[in-house]
């Protein structure tokens, strides 16, 4: 490392191409005779204590391509000559301490038309942006911190198409952000931290198609998040925070699949957190805090299996915690403080990762029970100090049932030796539209699709494993704890059960080839103790699909590892077949749906329908299914109910 002072001789150095003395221990000023260096290239004295003025004899330094002067003790203005400096790619000025440089920013930076990157440390500069900024049509970076900048942003900037990186921190600029910045089509990176801008965010941000970060904090920007936004493909960090921006995060959110962090705090955003967010499988960093959110947290959270930090601080959510937040097996940060109408308690797996995790979790714990965040031992209702909020804000009991129930609370099959199932006697409900309450699924309008679907309890597979959530296909399938993906979802059908999935649980509701694009919908509801899953009107997939040949089904899910599966009216076309009933490849286990119409591997002769009939699938207690269940409609023999049984 060097110190002292840069020798009087070195300027004297004509050919000199190439001067780097950063990071070392320089004082003083910079030798007169350096700014005559016509040759010169390259000149970085950044992280000195280098003191003096940039001088107008800069404008002899025709070849300079970098000058970075920044983290001196440079004083002084910018000098206006600086636009002679024509061939200059990366200018670099001001200081991470002290404010040294002054003046204002000279419009004759509008005549280096070859700057690519220009960063401004902290300073005491003041004045506007100049428009003439436009011009630098090459320039890909532009960062400006901590100075006294005001005015208007320029809609000049509009024109800046090759620009990478635009950042402001700590100015007083002030305005709106131009609808022209959505010509920067090259914009990767969008900053503005703590400056007074006001208006909206303008919905042409969603032109920028290569905008990967997005951070507006500390400003007095407002409105609602455009709608446009959330078509930016490769966004990867969301950032609103401290701002007046409103309304409610869209279950249009599901498509940032880029996204690993979004944070939104302190603004004025309402609503509930939509179920969508799931989708957002590369999540590392999720914050919702100091906002009016409200609703219950959704149990499809735990699908984010990368989630390191959940912040849900100061908040509206009311209900219980879900237990599915024990799938964040990446967690090391969990903040659910100050959450008046939360309630329920921190799975004890949350906190029992081992030595070489360490979860960092913080609750409210007057609410919420927790063993490993510093809480007093748990208090009986009773006990529990009051928090009631007014009738207004909290949806009543009846209105609000529970998100997760525990299994203990539902005895699994062999727990019930009472319970008879007589094949005879319908054990097993009909099909029932659940069209008008139940949760209409984003894939209904689409072809060839699958979408994770959280489930309201711990659902007893086989009544051995326990699973949070299923993906449910367009096709007449669910898969059990499977991920989002199209393998098994969208080649031929039906497939016999006991065929040739691998390392799968299938759940064949009607699986063949559906197309729920041309029409019908997919639903989800809680009724009673049951998920009911229902395709309603869906038909076959075929270049002249249309609504005749709906069919109507639907699968219903108890927590003690109970299917059944209800088939309604159905009209498939005169060549197709159905494949219905249960397999779990890693177990070995496949049950075909048994009884008229269906024959050998739970597949349909061509053109048949389980029209009105349903079957049950019950835990035998060995890890295995048995089928209960027969035809309910009156048309069929005895000897079709007695095969079914």
């Not at 959110?253 to 996204?259: K, P, W």
């Not at 197309?515 to 103790?529: C, F, K, N, Q, R």
């Not at 590892?561 to 060549?575: A, H, K, Q």
């Amino acid at each position: 490392m060097f110190s002292g002072s840069i020798p009087m001789s070195f300027g004297s150095m004509e050919r000199l191409a190439e001067f780097d003395a950063s990071r070392n221990e320089l004082v003083g000023r910079v030798p007169s005779q350096f700014w005559s260096l016509g040759n010169l290239v390259r000149f970085d004295l950044s992280n000195n204590s280098i003191t003096g003025s940039l001088p107008s004899d800069i404008r002899n330094m025709t070849k300079l391509k970098l000058l970075d002067l920044s983290d001196t003790a440079i004083t002084g203005s910018i000098p206006s000559e600086i636009g002679q400096a024509g061939n200059l790619e990366i200018l670099r000025l001001g200081s991470d301490g002290n404010k040294t440089l002054d003046g204002s920013l000279p419009t004759e930076m509008g005549q280096l038309t070859k700057l690519e990157e220009f960063r401004m440390l902290r300073s005491r500069i003041d004045g506007t942006i100049p428009s003439d900024f436009g011009k630098l049509s090459r320039l890909r970076m532009l960062e400006i911190l901590e100075s006294g900048i005001d005015g208007p942003l320029p809609s000049e900037f509009g024109l800046l198409t090759s620009l990478e990186g635009f950042v402001l921190h700590g100015l007083s600029v002030n305005g709106t952000i131009p609808s022209e910045f959505g010509r920067m089509s090259s914009l990767i990176d969008l900053e503005v931290r703590f400056c007074p801008i006001m208006g909206e965010i303008p919905s042409e941000v969603g032109l920028m198609s290569n905008l990967e970060e997005l951070i507006l904090e500390g400003t007095d920007i407002g409105g609602s998040i455009p709608v446009g936004l959330y078509g930016l493909e490769k966004l990867k960090r969301f950032w609103v925070g401290s701002s007046g921006v409103s309304g409610s995060i869209s279950s249009e959110v599901g498509q940032l699949t880029g996204l690993t962090e979004l944070r939104v705090s302190n603004n004025a955003f309402v609503g509930t957190i939509p179920s969508e967010i799931s989708l957002l499988t590369n999540m590392e960093t999720l914050v919702l805090s100091g906002e009016e959110i409200g609703g219950s947290i959704p149990a499809e959270l735990g699908l984010l299996a990368r989630l390191a930090v959940l912040s849900l601080n100061n908040t509206n959510l009311s209900g219980s915690v879900p237990p599915t937040i024990e799938l964040l097996r990446s967690l090391t940060n969990l903040q659910m403080d100050n959450t008046p109408f939360l309630s329920g308690s921190i799975p004890a797996s949350i906190c029992e990762r081992g030595t070489d995790v360490v979860v960092d979790v913080v609750v409210d714990c007057e609410r919420v029970d927790c063993i490993c965040c510093g809480c007093p031992p748990s208090q009986s209702p009773s006990e529990r100090p009051t928090l009631v909020p007014s009738l207004s804000t909290m949806p009543s009991v009846s209105a609000r049932p529970s998100l997760v129930p525990s299994v203990s609370m539902k005895p699994s099959v062999s727990d019930e030796p009472s319970r008879s199932f007589a094949p005879s006697h319908e054990p097993c409900s009909p099909f029932s539209s659940i069209a008008a309450d139940g949760t209409l699924l984003s894939i209904s309008n689409l072809d060839g699709a699958v979408l994770p679907v959280a489930l309201p309890f711990i659902f007893q597979w086989r009544g051995q494993s326990n699973h949070v959530y299923v993906t449910v296909t367009t096709n007449g399938v669910i898969w059990v704890d499977h991920s989002a993906d199209e393998r098994g979802c969208c080649e031929a059908f039906p497939v016999e059960l006991g065929g040739r999935y691998e390392e799968k649980r299938r759940i064949a509701v009607a699986q063949e080839d559906l197309d729920p694009s041309v029409a019908g919908s997919i639903y989800t509801l809680e009724v009673g103790e049951a998920f009911v899953v229902s395709w309603e009107g869906v038909p076959h997939w075929s270049p002249f699909s249309d609504a005749s040949n709906g069919l109507n089904f639907q699968a219903a899910l108890y927590s003690d590892g109970r299917v059944e599966l209800r088939w309604g009216e159905g009209n498939p076309p005169p060549d197709q077949k159905v494949a219905a009933g249960i397999e779990d490849d890693l177990a070995g286990v496949a049950v075909p749906a048994g009884g008229s119409p269906f024959g050998a591997g739970g597949i349909t002769d061509e053109g048949e329908w389980p029209r009105n009939q349903c079957r049950a699938f019950v835990p035998d207690g060995q890890g295995r299914y048995e089928q209960l269940g027969c035809p309910l409609d009156a048309n069929h023999s005895d000897t079709a109910r007695e095969s079914c049984g």
